[in-house]
């Protein structure tokens, strides 16, 4: 190891003293010579820099709207994931049973089993596919329908969650990124509305025409470990494997305790600092004006899902999640006027009740301040295919049309649900 | 609005459409419209300042010009107050304030105003001022032409970062200004595109590593942190600096002015005198002329050669911040400039002095003085005596630990890929000559940066280092 740690710094020494030694001709230049002024030919100086540009442009749709570069994203990173995922589930075959996807964030992906809702509903004649992502968002879910199901006709349901989820201080980057395999040329403006801040929306116009743009960190990260990645790339098979397998985390959170007048918490002895930290940070009040912003983000984005499947037979349902362990803290849960659109009226879509989840919204059944455990992930997947089956099945789509108008979440929070 | 900002560039377009849409005289005025909106993008409040020294240096040029004796010392030297008032007082101010508080063991909240630095402040004083002493001195006629004289002192793309303009260069082109030739557009582009890349890939990917070592440098013992930290801060500042003033020099050319060259490849230079004479010209070449030489320059002996060396070299130190360090940094610059006189004094003529004009020695010239480079960092980044202190302990090893290597891959590959891209540069000139090219080099060349600055550039829209000069 040190021999070759010697020979790397010799030979790093030997290119500087190549460079250098080129550098110079022995005598030190005294003044630095003019730019050139004249040109004996015509200079076509617009022209090649707009042909440079439109070269380009094309460069980065070849590599990056292609599946060129997106089939070598890392594929333990969230555009990586996601890409995988949704490609997989394009190719998949019908299973030639009524098939209903369920899309989500992290807390979807860790609260819902294929497996558990499979054994729950397969005596329906039902199967379950999850695209549930974490860091994904409506927007990105618009996009991945638009990716697996072109025709709308696909899916008997598609289970869209609603609530408040986790947002990291770096979402705006992590979003563009992770929907940038999804994205194309004409979605610039649409994809740029839902962010907030002008430097996203920026970068978001600019991820939909250079797809490149968001694909940085992935890029730099191929430059440095370039065989790693292709060894990562090979065991996708396996990853996607492990990822139907998975059933969930068995820590608990039991014994934590929250008090909301006081906005203390008091741990037990097992938990770690990171738990710990985690857990205070799911109990910081949202800004008022991310909240709004995301609840608009929800109306418009589910609106345009409503829109797509307007003339198909899929039924779109709106689920609530468990908002926390400690039940509906300040900041975590949809109320208010109807969150949801009108066109939830007007076809084959409905909601489930607000408080449907509510108990599973205890310390036993979280591994962390958002997310559910295995026990949790358990429930919560047999309570969801059960609401699902019995409404499902109940009747015909005006049935469900009628159960949708009768649910308007209300600002204390308290449902009208008959 | 920085130079490598969405905002800058539709701004900039605007002001080019504006410009080239009307005769010369309205784009002048258009141009000092645009040059104080530029301004006034980060606190409207300090272009008072800009347009009392505007003022006062325009009719004290008229009359410095026609009068005589006592009564033109007094003019230049009320230009003087007014203009050394406004930058000691904004500048420094708080520095002697807080010493003098420190000095007398006093609170320091009982003297220190808290003022906030008005951007290129000390930037647009050494224009003004390089202006009033040279029509003192009979070098230049005053100008008539308020928005002549106005648009020297603001013009956007030198304003706030540099390169500091003298009157004589500007004003002729002001008054003869012609439409910029192709090649000159050409040119314009390549320098703007060429800042860019050094500070979008280059300077911006640096200041990662830079900013973790200095921001905490206690973390991070070791005369190995402490090397690479201080190299990827010296990478830093001289891509970041010398990008603006390429990406300056590209617009002030596509609006059809040339602007004076102000980094001609420092970090390739064999010994300190070579080093000032490329880095920073702008204001080496101020403090020469107006400091230096006036001194009485190398003319009267060693003793005095020495005083003014160091003198030129503390008040370029104390330029660039009102901080003990950056008066410590001039120090440290003298004391190398004097020393390597010293040297070539006690050596010429032997084999010493022969070995070092050896082709083969270039090498081991430039890197000991890229090292001596990278041990006056820490009086630059260091934001106290303290931290310069621990800094400077680490660099000779006075901890006791190796350390961490701090620079990664990419900021290794970047360091090498800059050593060759310069080589080539400094041999071939390549750069510039890409304006004569033909399209089958141009083009691929302008997909090549373009994608750079599409898939390498460090996150966001980072500051440039010398706005807080």
């Known amino acids: ?418 | 609005m920085l130079f490598n900002s969405f905002q800058y560039w539709i701004f900039f377009l605007i002001v080019v459409v504006l410009f080239y849409s009307t005769p010369f005289r309205i784009g002048k005025i258009i141009l000092l419209c645009a040059s104080y909106i530029f301004y006034m993008w980060w606190d409207p409040r300090f272009i008072a300042l800009i347009i009392t020294s505007t003022v006062v240096d325009y009719f004290l040029g008229i009359w410095l010009e026609i009068a005589s004796g006592r009564r033109k010392k007094l003019l230049l030297g009320i230009s003087l107050i007014v203009n050394l008032g406004i930058l000691g007082f904004f500048k420094y101010y708080d520095f002697f304030a807080g010493s003098l508080a420190t000095l007398l063991h006093i609170p320091e909240s009982s003297f220190v105003l808290q003022i906030i630095l008005p951007l290129g402040v000390s930037f647009y004083t050494f224009a003004s001022l390089s202006y009033t002493i040279d029509v003192y001195w009979g070098k230049m006629k005053a100008v008539r032409n308020f928005i002549d004289y106005a648009l020297f002192i603001s013009f956007f793309p030198h304003l706030i970062n540099g390169p500091i303009i003298r009157a004589g260069q500007f004003l002729p082109q002001i008054q003869s200004w012609r439409r910029p030739t192709a090649i000159m557009v050409q040119s314009g582009i390549i320098l703007v595109l060429s800042g860019l890349v050094k500070k979008m890939i280059f300077a911006d990917r640096f200041a990662v590593v830079s900013d973790m070592y200095f921001n905490h440098p206690g973390a991070h013992p070791g005369w190995v942190a402490a090397w690479t930290g201080c190299i990827a801060f010296a990478m830093q500042v001289f891509f970041d600096f010398s990008g603006y003033t390429d990406i300056a020099r590209g617009c002030a050319r596509l609006l059809g002015f040339e602007f004076p060259l102000n980094f001609a490849r420092p970090l390739l230079s064999r010994n300190p005198r070579e080093f000032w004479q490329k880095w920073h010209m702008t204001l080496s070449s101020w403090v020469r002329d107006y400091v230096f030489i006036p001194l009485g320059g190398s003319r009267k002996g060693s003793f005095v050669l020495y005083r003014n060396l160091m003198i030129a070299m503390v008040l370029v130190g104390f330029w660039h911040g009102a901080s003990w360090t950056f008066i410590l940094f001039g120090v440290y610059q003298g004391m190398l400039l004097i020393g390597y006189r010293l040297f070539e004094q006690a050596t010429a003529g032997t084999i010493i002095s022969r070995i070092m004009k050896k082709r083969y020695f270039v090498p081991i010239s430039v890197t000991l003085l890229f090292m001596s480079f990278v041990i006056g960092m820490p009086f630059i980044r260091g934001q106290n005596l303290q931290v310069t202190g621990y800094v400077l302990s680490g660099l000779f090893g006075f901890q006791h630990v190796t350390g961490e290597f701090l620079l990664t891959a990419g900021t290794l590959a970047l360091f090498f890929i800059s050593l060759v891209l310069a080589v080539a540069q400094e041999r071939t000139r390549f750069i510039d000559r890409l304006a004569l090219q033909p399209a089958r080099i141009q083009i691929p060349a302008y997909v090549c940066v373009f994608l750079a600055l599409e898939l390498f550039p460090a996150t966001g829209p980072v500051p440039f280092i010398y706005f807080q000069f």
């Open chain 1, 1 to 418: 190891m040190s021999l070759a740690i010697c020979l790397c710094v010799v030979g790093v020494i030997a290119i500087v003293y190549i460079a250098l030694y080129f550098s110079s001709t022995g005598t030190p230049p005294t003044e630095s010579p003019a730019d050139p002024v004249v040109s004996a030919r015509p200079l076509h100086v617009g022209r090649n820099l707009l042909l440079g540009a439109v070269a380009f442009v094309a460069l980065d749709g070849i590599i990056f709207h292609t599946p060129l570069y997106p089939s070598i994203l890392a594929p333990d990173s969230y555009a990586g994931r996601l890409a995988v995922i949704t490609q997989a589930e394009k190719k998949r075959a019908s299973s030639g049973r009524k098939e209903i996807l369920v899309l989500g964030d992290s807390r979807i992906a860790e609260g819902f089993s294929t497996a558990v809702a499979d054994e729950v509903g397969s005596a329906s004649g039902l199967k379950f596919v999850s695209l549930a992502e974490p860091a994904s968002t409506i927007v990105i879910w618009h996009y991945i329908l638009r990716e697996v199901d072109p025709t709308t006709q696909r899916y008997s349901a598609i289970v869209v969650p609603y609530g408040i989820g986790y947002e990291p201080d770096t979402a705006g980057d992590l979003r563009i990124s992770m929907a940038a395999p999804l994205l194309r040329y004409g979605d610039c403006f649409r994809f740029a509305s839902a962010f907030q801040p002008w430097s996203d929306r920026f970068r978001a116009f600019t991820a939909c025409i250079l797809r490149g743009s968001a694909y940085q960190s992935d890029i730099l990260n191929l430059l440095q470990h370039p065989i790693g990645r292709l060894g990562g790339i090979q065991l996708e098979a396996a990853r996607l494997r492990s990822r139907a397998a998975y059933e969930g985390r068995d820590s608990d959170i039991a014994g934590t305790s929250y008090d909301p007048k006081t906005h203390k918490v008091s741990f037990p002895p097992n938990l770690t600092e990171a738990q710990k930290q985690l857990i205070s940070q799911s109990l910081n009040p949202r800004p008022e004006s991310e909240r709004e912003h995301f609840v608009k983000l929800q109306r418009g984005w589910i609106q345009r899902i409503f829109d797509r499947y307007s003339k198909s037979s899929t039924a779109i349902v709106l689920t609530p999640v468990p908002r926390s362990p400690f039940g509906g803290l300040a900041g975590s849960s949809v109320t208010g006027d109807p969150a949801f659109p009108n066109a939830l009226t007007k076809r084959a879509a409905f909601s489930l009740p607000e408080q449907t989840f509510n108990f599973l919204e205890k310390p036993e059944y979280y591994f962390d301040g958002y997310h559910l455990n295995a026990k949790g992930r358990r429930r919560f997947t047999e309570r969801l295919v059960a609401e699902l089956v019995g409404r499902l099945q109940s009747g015909d789509a005006q049935s469900r049309l009628t159960s949708v108008h009768n649910y308007l979440p209300t600002s204390g929070g308290q449902e009208r649900y008959h």
